[in-house]
């Protein structure tokens, strides 16, 4: 017996109503705001993800499922969409495109987690990404995009936490400030927030230790220490947001920690969620296709963990609709009624009828009853003698209609008929 391997899921028949619903939800919502789909591969060159997410990051550290290849070549199971998308922006001269080139896609990552609930070693993620503007209009839409989706998957007490990391011209004082106010804390601090304040010193904010939160609380904030460019387009992002009636608070902790992330880092917070309040995050990284080799390039994006969001619709009592159980099942007895069936049953579905029909020659009492467990609307039923009289019994399994006695020949094109006119289908 073999297991799916640690940290994998399978997704089941029954949880697929869930997945095809989220597919359409994203479908209809990137829509609306006119993103376009892009697939990139599943694995990419390890280097590509050192480089954009970034050496002294948990995902570079530890995280990666990265391997050697037949030829030689380092080689990682994609950790997150956004280097692979500013990659293929760049290598297939989306630059040339009118900008901003405004992005999506779902799929799954890889990340080599300690196995937990709610954490899986492969997990599916809706990413939206738009690249080529710096226009703070382009921030307040990457957001408006996930507050719609949440919203029409009908989360409720929507609201974003919103903060700037600014840019290489304001950030590099500001950290000197953290590194300033840390110094004579340095007992209290824990030791992962002394080896941060070493690598990546931006990352002590978002800090979970205990003994780490006064000193947070008291820490200087960044957006006291924006540059002009920076100050102005968070100001008018804000101003935005201000228009629109969206609430946000300004959390200060919101940091991503690395230089090519800059200013707008936000996230979606919703009511009923639990103690991880956050359905996603996102944010502006102007620096990455810079640093990846290509021209600066501005962009902002967000992912969305799908199992998360599919988890907290049902913890939410968020329900779905059902898969369209058939319209007709196919009853019969004996070979020739059998081979009458196959032929009857595949002109239904070529009306685009759904219709199933019993295998291993079950008693008709027994297929009468599956008819009832799959929810049919129709039993067709041909014994001996409607085989001999070229008829067929049609009964309505959904009501106490009185069985009709139809001719083969007619039955399709009735049931066509009767479907056409929205007859009523158990979901
Ligand atoms: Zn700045
Ligand atoms: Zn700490």
Redesign the pocket.
């Given at each position: 017996m073999y297991l799916a391997p640690r940290g994998t899921t399978d997704i089941l028949p029954e949880d697929q109503p869930y997945w095809l619903y989220l597919y359409d939800k994203i479908r209809h919502v990137v829509g609306l705001f006119d993103y376009q789909r892009i697939d990139v591969p599943v694995f990419e060159e390890t280097a590509l993800y050192v480089r954009s997410v970034g050496e002294g990051t948990d995902i570079v550290d530890k995280e990666m499922y990265n391997f050697v290849d037949k030829g030689g070549r380092d080689i990682a199971l994609r950790p997150e969409f956004t280097a692979g998308i500013v990659r293929a922006y760049l290598e297939n001269g989306m630059r040339t495109l009118p900008q901003p080139v405004k992005l999506y896609t779902t799929g799954p990552l890889f990340r080599y987690e300690r196995v937990q609930a709610g954490r899986y070693r492969q997990h599916t993620q809706f990413d939206i990404e738009s690249i080529g503007s710096l226009d703070p209009a382009v921030d307040l839409e990457i957001m408006s995009v996930a507050w719609q989706l949440y919203s029409e998957l009908g989360f409720q007490g929507l609201a974003f936490q919103l903060n700037?990391t600014?840019?290489?011209?304001?950030?590099p004082a500001y950290i000197q400030r953290l590194v300033a106010y840390y110094e004579p804390r340095h007992q209290e601090a824990c030791e992962d927030c002394l080896r941060r304040l070493q690598r990546n010193p931006l990352r002590v904010l978002d800090c979970k230790v205990e003994t780490c939160q006064p000193i947070i609380a008291e820490a200087p904030h960044i957006i006291d220490h924006?540059?002009?460019?920076?100050?102005e387009?968070f100001a008018t992002l804000r101003g935005y947001l201000d228009a629109l009636g969206r609430p946000y608070t300004l959390n200060h902790r919101l940091v991503r920690g690395l230089d090519y992330y800059?200013?707008t880092v936000f996230e979606v917070w919703a009511e009923g969620i639990g103690a991880q309040n956050a359905i996603c995050g996102g944010g502006r990284y102007d620096g990455l296709a810079k640093e990846l080799g290509g021209p600066p390039t501005p962009g902002i994006g967000f992912g969305s963990g799908m199992e998360r969001i599919i988890l907290l619709m049902k913890e939410n009592g968020i329900a779905v609709p059902g898969v369209p159980a058939p319209q007709v099942a196919m009853i019969y007895h004996g070979s020739n009624a059998k081979t009458r069936c196959v032929q009857l049953i595949t002109d239904l579905r070529e009306q685009d009828i759904r219709a199933v029909m019993a295998f291993d020659d079950r008693s008709m009492r027994a297929q009468l009853r599956n008819a009832n467990r799959v929810g049919a609307t129709y039993a067709i039923i041909l014994g001996e003698d409607e085989l001999a009289a070229g008829n067929a019994v049609l009964q309505d399994m959904l009501t106490d209609a009185p069985r009709e006695t139809v001719a083969q020949t007619e039955i399709v094109h009735l049931l066509a008929e009767r479907f056409e006119s929205d007859y009523p289908c158990k979901l």
């Open positions: 700037s600014g840019c290489p011209v304001c950030r924006l540059c002009p460019e920076c100050a387009h800059t200013k």
